[in-house]
């Protein structure tokens, strides 16, 4: 179980275009789904937090209006990289956290999108 | 933010060798997480631990949650090809914010 599926696993677009990453959980409904952006050799940096029914909050530093996450559902959110441009060239990576009574939550993680803006 | 310092950032060792890695804080966090990475896929949860002092085993892996909640290790016994990858920590604060160490890469030589 918990498993977290993402689409697509690559993607190339031209500077300007919009791309949209999808991250599915499959076998368990997540109210919250997170989504971050690796830099390669580099840690995971949280951009946002993304809760079903409700605006997603963002980081400091992650501008909103460039990085759209909508939670439509509690086994779908999606981020849409808005005018992509070279600087936004990275490996995307959303999880799902089950919640568990009274403790915290373990996270599982999607595969990854890996995005190259040319 | 919180700030996860994780040790040390790589590691060369031989087949059959033990490992051990961690992550320390200068705040406390109410979970610790570990994670392996590998190229290109996503973080995949080893071990989780939810209370101060608990030692918990996943075969050859084991992990601590520190006493004072402001650290963590992880070490791995008899490491084999396979355990190539890189490790992160995660602490886990207010019950939804998960903060991620640097990772530590480990190279196995076989």
């Known amino acids: 179980g918990a498993v977290v599926s993402q689409h697509p696993s690559w993607v190339i677009c031209k500077s300007g275009t919009s791309v949209k990453i999808e991250c599915r959980s499959l076998?368990?409904?997540?109210?919250?789904m997170f989504w971050y952006r690796q830099f390669p050799k580099q840690s995971l940096m949280l951009m946002a937090t993304?809760?079903?029914?409700?605006?997603?909050?963002?980081e400091q530093g992650v501008e909103k209006d460039k990085f759209l996450i909508n939670h439509a559902s509690l086994t779908l959110s999606t981020l849409t990289v808005t005018s992509a441009h070279p600087e936004d060239s990275s490996f995307y990576i959303c999880?799902?956290?089950?919640?568990?009574?009274?403790?915290?939550?373990?996270?599982?993680f999607g595969p990854g999108t890996r995005l190259t803006v040319l | 933010g919180q700030q996860l310092n994780q040790s040390p950032q790589s590691m060369f060792i031989q087949e059959g060798e033990d490992v051990s890695m961690n992550c320390t804080s200068s705040?406390?966090?109410?979970?610790w997480l570990w994670y392996k990475q590998d190229p290109g896929e996503g973080p995949v949860l080893l071990i989780a631990?939810?209370?101060?002092?608990e030692l918990t085993s996943n075969g050859r892996l084991t992990a601590q949650f520190g006493i004072t909640r402001k650290d963590s290790f992880l070490n791995i016994s008899a490491s084999i090809p396979s355990d190539v990858g890189i490790y992160f920590c995660?602490?886990?604060?207010?019950?939804?914010?998960?903060?991620f160490g640097s990772g530590t890469k480990l190279n196995v030589k076989p």
């Open positions: 999880s799902a956290r089950i919640p568990t009574s009274g403790i915290s939550g373990e996270q599982f």
């Open positions: 076998d368990f409904q997540a109210t919250t």
């Open positions: 993304s809760n079903e029914g409700s605006k997603a909050t963002y």
């Open positions: 705040s406390i966090f109410n979970t």
């Open positions: 631990l939810y209370k101060a002092g």
């Open positions: 995660a602490g886990v604060y207010n019950f939804n914010k998960f903060y």
